[in-house]
């Protein structure tokens, strides 16, 4: 089975699909770039169109994955922000516990159960 690099990008009216970096076809939709790629390779080489392995990537306006780059880094940093947090409250759950407060007293401070208010002083230590 033979590996091709298969790339489509939005042209006018027409998605236009490279195989192996050359510019060899065209597809109407979006579901019909596999195919299209796949019906090209076996007339070209002579083989069915399944034995082919495909790595198929559909590229988008630069501006649009522009946004998806930025949207991408926003989750990661707003997953890191939510871990830190995460360990500031259950770094001020371990000093409220150890100046002498119960969970039972934590939680409320903390606006959380008695139970989490548990589970942050024994993950903080």
Not at 4 to 12: D, K
Not at 92 to 118: D, F, M, N, W
């Amino acid at each position: 089975m033979s590996r091709h690099t298969v790339r489509a990008e939005r042209g006018r009216k027409y998605r236009v699909i490279w195989i192996d970096g050359e510019v060899r076809t065209q597809a109407k939709r979006e579901r019909e770039i596999e195919p299209m790629a796949r019906d090209w390779l076996s007339l070209m080489n002579d083989r069915l169109p399944e034995s082919f392995d495909l790595e198929v990537e559909v590229r988008m306006p630069d501006a649009a994955q522009a946004h998806l780059d930025r949207a991408r880094a926003l989750r990661e940093e707003s997953e890191r922000a939510r871990a830190e947090a995460a360990k500031e409250t259950a770094a001020a759950a371990l000093v409220l516990h150890q100046a002498g407060l119960t969970v039972r007293e934590i939680g409320p401070l903390l606006h959380v159960s008695h139970q989490r208010a548990q589970q942050l002083v024994a993950a903080a230590r």
